[in-house]
């Protein structure tokens, strides 16, 4: 479909969700590319959007609004703070269109 070839594996969704096969993973987060945001289960959309550097990669980081996230009533599904708004670290690629 984008003329991609495959060389090696996709990263694994490695957030407390997908290991425990319940609640929000990162695939419930569809992303908008043109709008560089991701828009969770509940329809919120991101906020904020930033590089971020885990073990030397590179990640996207976007975050959903505290507002949002502490009101909302399926929040224990998707993050076990109760004071933080979740946030996924995504790889850069998963922008390109």
């Not at 987060?29 to 971020?52: G, K």
């Not at 703070?81 to 946030?87: D, N």
């Amino acid at each position: 479909m984008y003329g991609i070839t495959l060389l090696g594996f996709v990263a694994a969704d490695n957030s407390r969700q997908a290991k425990a096969g319940s609640g929000f993973a990162k695939s419930s987060f569809p992303l908008d590319r043109d709008r560089r945001q991701a828009t969770c289960p509940q329809d919120a959309v991101s906020r904020e959007r930033r590089p971020l550097r885990i073990s030397g990669h590179d990640y996207i980081q976007v975050k959903f609004a505290k507002a949002d996230c502490l009101a909302c009533p399926v929040c224990p599904q998707c993050t076990t703070s109760v004071t933080r708004p979740r946030a996924l670290a995504l790889l850069p690629t998963r922008w390109l269109s």
